[in-house]
């Protein structure tokens, strides 16, 4: 095994934390993490590096799971099921789909992170989340060292949560994931967000699967930064989803709050229209900030430390208490 120590993590998470790591390896085949996870009972399991925020040195082995490989496993007429490795880059893999004429996550395209991340947040954008087209994971049980499968049901999603986080929180390791797609008949999703108006802008009547791609990219870069050029990771905040109850008292005081229909009795409101009534857009806090296009988006302007974000975000959670009543909470992995 090739254990590196005192690894630098900056280039492994996407908000370009320099945490660093007493332990590190990077498996690239099962045996090989199969061997690791066998031999070494203190591990801490990183992907793509999307979804978290480091706050402080990992004290543990480090493994970044870099499996890479896809493939058609099944198809008909009028559905493919298709298998991607954990390490495969997301927006690649979406990508790669929509060339074969695959239909179902192509409004999941731009999201940053690997594959094998994408069940345990249930990510999701644009009306569209990983439960709709989800066929099954494949995951190597921390304590067994057996690779199991997991179906749709199994994996318990509900909104950016899945078992993976609860219940069976750090005793599996997703070594792959298998999605079910349409080939044909495409149900394009296209009310959500501003699909349509992108699409209108470019005299798109009948989009598409690559249509509805390329106009969800283009919305994505013109509101969220490349972490390659400014550390970010996406969203930091979940849409609070509160009773018709709460959000009829809410909207008495704020008669201009937006909701999207979760339910009868339920109803989800965008975070980032609570953040910038609040008043934090664009601003910067030393180097850690909030996006000046998209409230939602925390970032690091080049040294901040893990601990500074986080203390940015609670400021904005308790100002958005005090001031809507309404509780955010973190969708990043606090670390």
Known sequence: ??????????????FGIDAKAKEFIAVN?????????????????LGGG?????????QKL??????????????NEDFVI?????GENWHEFVLWCIDQGFGGIENLSLIPGNVGTTPIQNIGAYGVEIKDTLFSC????????????????????????????NELKEQYIITAVLFQLTKKNHAVSTTYGAIETELSK????????????????????????????LGNSGSFFKNPIISKEAYEKAKALHPDMPHYVVSENSVKVPAGWLIEQAGFKGKRFGDAGVHKNQALVLVNYGTATGSEVVALSQLIQQTILAQFGIAIEAEVNII
């Not at 190597?140 to 986080?165: G, H, M, P, W």
């Not at 470019?202 to 050029?229: F, G, H, M, Y």
């Open 1 to 14: 095994m090739n254990i590196i120590q005192n690894q630098s993590l900056k280039n492994y998470n996407t």
């Open 29 to 45: 085949a099962i045996d090989s993490l199969i061997e690791v996870v066998g031999s070494k009972k203190d591990l801490f399991i």
């Open 50 to 58: 999307s979804n978290m925020l480091l706050t402080q040195d990992i």
């Open 62 to 75: 480090v493994v970044h799971v870099n499996l890479k490989g896809r493939a058609i496993i099944e198809e």
């Open 82 to 86: 298709v298998k991607a490795q954990a």
């Open 138 to 165: 494949e995951a190597l049980n921390r304590k067994t060292l057996q690779i199991e499968t997991f179906t749709n049901a199994q994996c318990q999603f509900d909104y950016r949560e899945s078992v993976f986080k």
């Open 202 to 229: 470019q005299n798109i009547q009948n989009p598409t699967l690559k249509d509805v791609s390329n106009a969800v990219i283009a919305i994505r870069q013109s509101k969220l930064p490349d972490p390659k050029e």
